[in-house]
């Protein structure tokens, strides 16, 4: 008998909209597991920037990611056997991650990754580009966004909790640089996928939006 696939809810959308704490928020609730795809590409800028590979060099950093010792267990995440869940925070390393982002073989080394994380009981993916091009099958596929100014202000309050420096202003402005980037790639560019739900959460908690995501799925089943 063919099996049903597992369960995905693809949640997208631009860089410091929130996507990380609702997407966890979401999976906890329903007791899924939780991919966090920009961590695999922030984990690739981070190994290249210590590896001194240039940033415009696809084929290394293609097979950078694709020889990447990265697991993910217990809340941690690891480089071999180092805990790197801190450092791949550092925005100079979220700016490289980006930038790296528009390489298309950089991006199909890490399909197979992303695909493993799909295991029962159900999974939530967050990305830029779960609910287009890695789960286009996801069965609630939601677009979060939130005001420029919303977004720069949350991650300055990540980076100060996290114990990095941070200012407005040039977060302001690498938030606009990278919102261009992403969409203006031509490989996975991040967009809504059609049949995606869009939610603003400029006005809103993230628990609210883990609440109205959680209200789409019970209505779904
Ligand atoms: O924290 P932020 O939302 O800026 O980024 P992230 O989700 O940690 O991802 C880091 C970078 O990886 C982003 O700026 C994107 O350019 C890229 N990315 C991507 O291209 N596709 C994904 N599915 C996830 C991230």
Same mark, same amino acid.
């Given at each position: *008998?063919?099996?049903?696939?597992? +369960?995905? @809810? ?10 990380? +704490? !609702? ?22 800028? %981070?190994?290249?920037? #210590?590896?001194? !590979? ?6 290394? &950093? /293609?097979?950078?990611?694709?020889? *990447? ?23 100079? !390393?979220? $700016? ?9 073989? &950089? ?26 091009? @890695? ?9 979060? +966004? ?12 990540? &980076? ?6 941070? $200012? ?12 261009? #980037? ?5 490989? /996975?560019? %991040? ?9 603003? +959460? ?7 939006? !883990?609440?109205? @995501? ?5 209505? &779904?089943?």
């Amino acid at each position: *008998m063919p099996q049903s696939p597992v +369960t995905v @809810i693809a949640i997208d959308g631009p860089t410091a909209s929130g996507k990380g +704490t !609702v997407a966890q928020g979401v999976a906890a609730r329903l007791g899924f597991h939780y991919l966090d795809s920009g961590a695999l590409y922030r984990l690739t800028a %981070l190994s290249a920037l #210590r590896k001194g !590979v240039p940033l415009d060099r696809e084929p290394e &950093l /293609a097979a950078l990611a694709r020889e *990447m010792d990265c697991s993910f267990s217990g809340g941690g995440i690891f480089l071999g056997q180092e805990e790197v869940g801190q450092a791949i925070r550092a925005e100079q !390393v979220g $700016n490289a991650a980006s930038r790296i982002a528009i390489l298309p073989a &950089l991006r199909e080394a890490l399909v197979g990754l992303q695909l493993g994380f799909r295991r029962p009981p159900g999974l939530v993916a967050d990305g830029r580009d779960m609910g287009t091009m @890695i789960f286009p099958d996801a069965i609630l596929k939601v677009f979060l +966004t939130a005001s420029a100014a919303a977004r720069a202000e949350r991650r300055y309050k990540q &980076l100060i909790e996290k114990g990095f420096s941070a $200012n407005m202003d040039d977060l302001l402005k690498d938030l606009t640089e990278r919102d261009a #980037r992403d969409a203006s790639r031509t490989v /996975a560019p %991040l967009k809504a996928a059609p049949d995606a739900r869009l939610l603003d +959460t400029s006005h809103m908690t993230a628990e609210q939006a !883990v609440e109205q @995501i959680l209200k789409w799925y019970g209505a &779904l089943e």
